[in-house]
């Protein structure tokens, strides 16, 4: 059960009731649902939401997927479980002085019977005439996907700059809602507009498709919480292109699942790596198979599971953790 503010009638969505509840009812809400458990994501609003109306002897979990500390919110610190979704995020958490006793590490999850490799792909009704259709679309002998919000953390800006160094074989589809006005003015800057596809989104079953018909995903970020995107790309065997950062280190070991990079800010850099990712033949033979490994420690069944035991354990301890 999940609740918004803003609602104007119940709604339901992704298997959940969505139920309109002002904050001085929220209490009454949870007493009324006999709720064993509160959980409140993000680290921001609801979790001062959670925090605030708490119900006596109905501990709140707030998970976490930001490592930014000064837009975690202060409420963290009185929850009762915090749910980092990585090492990164945890540590983060820490430094806000969430006591590291009331940390349960957690994580992301993907489907990897949707995220799947092209090989599970080819066979399907209407490939080729799909496939005939993209390659129209979106031209170019090597295709590079970038899949995130239009912001600078995802640092596309290096990614305009290497599209030029690369040449006209190379284009780059970037998928993500945020400031669309920013990526043109760089897509001119850079004298890529030609070889640049700039669209507000894709919906979310559709990505795995755009992943299978492109050479690389590169997303170099400056930073992320987690980045499912990148477990996406490695459970379809899609060659990974990213930072040499945490979270993304921690699942992806470079030259064995995908490639890193030491300076995400150098477009040389990232054009060379670019430029083997989409040629080395030898190199995609050992990595992909590796990156869909990889992935399937994210795997939705696994982590479903693993979500039930988190929740047993808060259930078994609601006057706290005792470890």
């Given at each position: ?123 399907l009704t209407n490939?080729e005439r799909k ?193």
């Open positions: 059960m999940s609740y918004l503010l803003k609602r104007k009638k119940n709604q339901v969505k992704w298997g959940m009731t969505i139920e309109k509840c002002l904050q001085k009812d929220f209490a009454k809400r949870v007493k009324e649902l006999k709720a064993d458990v509160v959980r409140a994501y993000g680290g921001y609003w609801a979790c001062d939401l959670a925090v605030a109306e708490k119900v006596e002897g109905v501990p709140v979990i707030c998970s976490v997927h930001d490592t930014n500390v000064e837009l975690i919110h202060n409420s963290t610190l009185k929850a009762d479980y915090v749910w980092p979704v990585s090492m990164v995020v945890a540590d983060a958490l820490v430094t806000k002085g969430v006591n590291p006793k009331n940390i349960f590490m957690f994580t992301n999850r993907v489907d990897v019977n949707v995220f799947r490799p092209l090989r599970d792909w080819v066979n490939y496939k005939k259709e993209f390659d129209n679309k979106y031209p170019g002998k090597y295709r590079i996907l970038h899949v995130g919000r239009k912001t600078e953390q995802k640092n596309a800006v290096t990614l305009f700059k290497a599209l030029q160094i690369l040449g006209d074989d190379y284009s780059a589809i970037f998928i993500g809602q945020g400031n669309m006005k920013l990526y043109k003015s760089w897509a001119q800057q850079y004298k890529v507009n030609h070889r640049a596809f700039l669209l507000n989104r894709v919906a979310n079953e559709e990505i795995a498709w755009y992943l299978v018909n492109s050479d690389v995903h590169c997303t170099p970020s400056l930073w992320e919480g987690f980045g499912v995107v990148f477990i996406e790309a490695l459970a379809t065997e899609t060659m990974v292109v990213t930072s040499n950062i945490a979270p993304m280190n921690e699942y992806i070991t470079d030259g064995y699942s995908g490639l890193l990079l030491k300076n995400n800010k150098d477009p040389e850099e990232l054009a060379a790596t670019l430029r083997r990712a989409v040629t080395d033949k030898e190199l995609q033979a050992k990595i992909k198979p590796n990156a869909r490994k990889a992935a399937m420690k994210f795997d939705k069944f696994s982590i479903d599971k693993w979500e039930v035991e988190l929740y047993r354990y808060v259930l078994n301890h609601k006057s706290g953790p005792d470890l």
